[in-house]
DNA sequence: AGCGTATGCGTACAGCATAAACAATGAAAT
DNA sequence: ATTTCATTGTTTATGCTGTACGCATACGCT
């Protein structure tokens, strides 16, 4: 509970008593940093107060513990990334960039997948960004439901390949070698157990020089194909009926309401009123992008 | 080094000298029990040695540290996994079974998750898993370097969905509220900082209840999503010219060689020599499935 | 000036992985 | 049958970790 306040920025400074020295943003700060620097393993209350100049028992003055200074550390990263509805595009060109943006956060913050990810961050940060991805998902029409499993369906493969990607990484940083060095360091040992009769299709792709790519075309060829299905699904179940809610609705991409689509005709409607609509049009005007 | 030969039982017992009073395997399932029950957190060499009724050292004589125990309990319940290639059908139907079985393991053993994932799992059911699946795929008939793109495209997707559905659980399980209930205990928190017309897609998802689904719903949604995707992109480039890696090659479902294409029929075959081609008709026929 | 309060700090403790020295065991060599 | 010695099990010790507790200090308000 203290944690959702400290994270909202709800402690009022109290007027009697000492000041204190240091701000919660300050220790979060180092704490991100020694993180990004030296993983997750090795920010620990001791090193953080040390690198502060104080004692590590100071600390727990700002911070009830340190999951609460992890849950902190997240949301003040997902500060970083520029939320999705604040570019220009159709909805798949902004869910592509805000895929991206989320590649590359955990690509300076890797200790983030490290971290259990509970209900979107928790934090104003976090929920920011998670309003901001589904209000662009709105513009696809889906219903609730599946709206809401397509957003899933984005973050679980963005999150997914960033940590392979960042576990394989790791692993070359850990021994010091590259995966082709690891490989053929060990190639002896390979040579006694890694039959290629047992293993005929990874000797081959191996072979061929198929199991080493930069880390981001994969990733790139994998959120192509995920976004061409999102897309085709989207265009086979135009304002469809929902299998999983039985729902015919569809979302106001302004003000989140449920837009009810005219019996009269078939058309769909994009918002719940002509009030959102004009108010998406002065804020479109406004910040032309 | 020494980490490779524990996972590939390479250790010839030596002859002279104490008898060891337990089996590596012993511990690694001991350990995997403990992970199962209450968490990755705490498997403690202590809490190993107490429930095997031995000193916490006594462990290095069989193991040279916590890291490699990890690796061999990855290793050991790679093992409860049915092969790929063991099921019947064409490619797409014997991938989405692997991909569900990957679900299942995760859903047993959700430490796995927590893990650093490195080349895959490194042990023999880890290699014999990752030969399995990318033989399916060579049905295919896709080029080396998209083959391997498309089997990190599902590892990714199906290891990121059941990372975020199993951090959910956890937080269900820890606070000991569902998530309903969870959102409720805090309204009074939420109405003071969550005004809904700050969040209101998210609010009106709430609302309308599609934030809370049962677990493998979300799930089957996105496999089924990226399923598709993978099928549209082998129909549209039909053993065609791989942009990735610039070659026209397919692999041989059988021995892993590439597999030339006649220049003069533009059919592409499926295997490459003829004798590979009789050897899996033979094998389908003596394991039938 | 004095009171109340929040902060800063030192000590202390339980738990962790593991390095190093030592005791117990049991098969092979003599 | 006795010695030899590799191998296993145990004991002790070190340096980490998060954090509970108690006390001295500094600051705002009356």
């Known amino acids: 509970m203290r944690g959702l306040e400290l994270l909202w920025g709800l402690g009022e400074r109290p007027n009697r008593g000492r000041r204190p020295a240091f701000t919660l943003e300050q220790i979060v ?131 997914g390949a960033a940590r392979d990607a960042l576990d394989a990484a790791a692993v070359e940083r850990h021994s010091g070698l590259t995966d082709e060095q690891w490989w053929a360091a060990r190639a002896h040992f390979w040579d006694a157990v890694f039959v290629p009769a047992r293993y005929p299709v990874v000797a081959s792709l191996r072979a061929a020089g198929a199991l080493h790519h930069p880390r981001d075309r994969g990733f790139e060829f994998g959120l192509r194909l995920v976004l061409d299905s ?34 009269s005709t078939g058309r769909p409607r994009t918002f719940c009123s002509d009030a959102c609509r004009q108010r998406a049009y002065r804020a479109r005007r406004a910040r032309p992008a």
């Open 230 to 263: 999102i897309e085709t699904f989207v265009r086979n179940q135009p304002n469809a009926r929902d299998e999983t809610s039985g729902r015919y609705e569809t979302l106001c991409p302004q003000c989140g309401n449920p837009v009810s689509r005219p019996a």
């Open 29 to 159: 700060r180092t704490a991100v940093e020694i993180a990004d620097a030296q993983g997750l393993a090795t920010v620990s209350m001791r090193r953080i107060a040390e690198r502060l100049g104080c004692t590590t028992m100071s600390l727990y003055r700002y911070v009830p513990g340190k999951a609460e200074l992890l849950d902190l550390m997240t949301d003040a990263v997902m500060g970083e990334v520029p939320l999705a509805d604040a570019a220009p595009g159709d909805w798949r060109t902004r869910l592509e960039l805000s895929a991206r943006a989320d590649w590359g956060l955990y690509q300076r913050h890797p200790w983030i997948l490290r971290l259990p990810a509970g209900r979107p961050a928790l934090g104003p940060h976090g929920f920011a960004w998670y309003e901001s991805v589904l209000r662009v998902l709105t513009a696809t029409g889906l219903p609730p439901a599946a709206l809401v499993h397509v957003f899933d369906l984005v973050d679980a493969y963005v999150r």
